[in-house]
């Protein structure tokens, strides 16, 4: 794809079309995670229609840039930005979690070309974008970059450390790791389920360079990962600080819709209040 | 004693480690295939994995004592081409990372090389945590996973090729002590296939590992007893060689097993499986009977758990006499 095919505010409108299709995807599913997914809709805005170098003709194109979804269960904004890009035709999104779907509860990789790897379980995906950029090292492939998106709760998982100990050692600054800072997970605030501040202190301390951005900003997503390629002496990672269920006023900030669908009056409910977005975007009449 | 280029076990033979078989085969299969890549939690030395590294650095990762980031480490250089052989102790590594395992190299279908050293009781004395024995029965049950333990280093070093040109996730088991070196440059390998190492008719002697020795022993001990025993030897657990092993059941009409692990999902669980779905026949399973094992010498667990020829020799009698 193209880089810098889309403005600002294009980019804007297909964060909204990613929500739009969250809300119809796991309505129609009946299961599945709501604020997470809508919480990131920006930064896969800004991942697949500007800063990754990839080809949806193409899925297993050698010159592509990497997406991890380490947390697996945000998978429903993966599938609508794939969609979008036109990894797979637009209905196929109805089809998620039913029987026989290429579009799993979580990613499986073997189903669905454009998946790069199989995920949910936690903690996983910082470890094998270490194995693909220690790969990418020996085989020179030092323009290629591997993004990894991690959601906050997750970083209470020891395999994480693991990796972001072993990144640091081998200075893998192929790697970009994005955390969804969302400050929910299932049990609650995440600084009570499990503390996790001071956060940027840690990662700095294992020898990353550490970005901290509002992940609901298109422009700064794009500006953080720029800045990150330019960083060639340590791994990178973008604290993006989100609001889960972003876009949807009933859902945002609420972590009881963590791991929660929409009802059927609830998602005309998140449309309508989509659709009408602050009537900046576009107006419920076009 | 059998067409497989096998030697005899009355000589004077000698032993080695698995694992040196395992640390020669993985440096030529660097040699052949420059996509071979090693990591290691650790314990580069102890799994033999320093002579990859000396011939390879830059082709080996020291991932530290992080076996889960070793596994799934290796999952990304499987993504990205490489065939990565990642080792720890077998205790450690799939003893720790299973779900690593599970998810991101099974179900994700990478072919990653898992490979677990100082398996079984004969660890000898670090005792109960060191002596890893449900690893197979944790590998077995992985839908996509290939299990090899080989019975000698001659055969390990034969295998570590072999997989390096699978594509497919393994597992391969190795022992930390030196064992009785049976097979030759000549004895048959693949992937998959189960090998008639000494031909009987009156019972089956089904061994894996470090007990096909053992096996063979008993079947020495038992010829002078006046019975006929055929030793298969399993070097791959999974898939099962159930052609070969049923063509040797249906022949002898009844089973002795033998490995130096759980009998519960190892080879044991595995025959019985097969048997009672394919051909039920009277089966004895040796091995370790849903226990932990303890520190001592490794001669001295053996025999103290029932891990050698006399306990397989006197199974067989006790078989052959319920199959009358």
């Known amino acids: 794809m193209a880089q810098k095919t889309y403005s600002l505010k294009q980019l804007e409108q297909k964060a909204n079309t990613i929500r739009e299709d969250i809300i119809r995807m796991l309505e129609h599913a009946g299961s599945g995670h709501s604020a997470g997914p809508l919480g990131q809709a920006d930064i896969f805005a800004a991942l697949y229609f500007d800063v990754m170098k990839h080809d949806p003709r193409k899925p297993d194109w050698d010159e592509r840039d990497i997406l991890l979804l380490s947390n697996g269960h945000c998978v429903p904004v993966r599938y609508a930005a794939m969609a979008e890009a036109g990894y797979f035709p637009k209905k196929e999104l109805m089809t998620l979690r039913r029987l026989g779907s290429r579009l799993q509860g979580h990613p499986e990789r073997t189903r669905l070309p454009g998946l790069e790897h199989t995920s949910g379980p936690l903690g996983s995906g910082l470890s094998q974008a270490a194995g693909m950029a220690l790969a990418m090292r020996m085989n020179n492939e030092l323009h290629r970059r591997v993004y990894v998106m991690m959601g906050d709760g997750e970083l209470d998982e020891g395999n994480v450390w693991e990796a972001v100990m072993l990144a640091g050692k081998y200075q893998l600054n192929s790697i970009t790791a994005i955390v969804d800072r969302n400050n929910i997970q299932i049990d609650g605030p995440t600084e009570s389920v499990m503390p996790l501040e001071d956060l940027k202190k840690k990662w700095e301390s294992f020898g990353w360079h550490v970005l901290e951005i509002d992940g609901n900003d298109i422009e700064a997503v794009i500006d953080a990962c720029a800045m990150a390629r330019a960083i060639t002496e340590k791994p990178v990672v973008i604290i993006a600080y989100t609001i889960p269920g972003k876009g949807v006023d009933f859902m945002e900030y609420d972590f009881h819709w963590h791991g929660a669908p929409p009802n059927h009056e609830q998602a005309v409910k998140a449309l309508h209040e989509l659709r009408t977005l602050g009537g900046k975007i576009r107006s419920e009449h076009e | ?324």
């Open chain 2, 1 to 324: 004693m059998s067409d497989n280029h096998l030697l005899d076990v009355n000589s004077q033979l000698l032993a080695e480690p698995i694992r040196k078989g395992f640390g020669r085969g993985l440096k030529r299969a660097g040699e052949l295939d420059e996509n071979v890549v090693a990591a290691c939690a650790d314990l580069t030395d102890s799994t033999q994995m320093s002579l990859f590294k000396e011939a390879f650095p830059s082709r080996f990762v020291e991932i530290g004592v992080a076996e889960q980031n070793l596994v799934t480490v290796g999952s990304g250089l499987a993504a990205m081409g490489k065939i990565p052989f990642v080792s720890s102790y077998a205790a450690f590594s799939p003893g720790r990372n299973w779900e690593q395992i599970r998810t991101t190299v099974c179900l994700n279908d990478r072919p990653v090389k898992v490979v677990g050293s100082h398996a079984g009781v004969s660890v000898g004395p670090d005792g109960a945590t060191h002596q890893m024995l449900e690893d197979i029965a944790l590998m077995r049950v992985l839908p996509n996973m290939v299990v090899i333990a080989p019975c000698d280093s001659v055969e390990a070093e034969k295998a570590t090729l072999a997989m390096a040109r699978d594509h497919r996730p393994n597992y391969l088991r190795l022992a930390r002590e030196a064992t009785p070196i049976v097979t030759t440059l000549d004895t048959p390998f693949e992937i998959g296939k189960a090998y008639v190492y000494a031909p009987g008719t009156d019972v089956t002697l089904i061994a894996t590992g470090t007990m096909t020795y053992q096996a063979l022993l008993a079947a020495e001990q038992l010829y002078k007893d006046g019975i006929d025993a055929e030793v298969v030897h399993v070097p791959t657990i999974k898939p099962l060689d159930a052609e070969t092993i049923l063509k040797s059941v249906r022949k002898t009409g009844c089973v002795v097993t033998a490995e130096e692990g759980q009998i519960v999902g190892g080879l044991g669980g595995a025959i019985a499986e097969l048997l009672a779905e394919e051909h039920p026949a009277p089966l004895h399973r040796i091995g370790m009977k849903d226990r932990f094992g303890e520190s001592g010498e490794p001669d001295e667990l053996l025999k103290h758990f029932g891990l050698d020829a006399k306990h397989i020799r006197l199974a067989a009698h006790h078989i052959v006499e319920r199959k009358k």
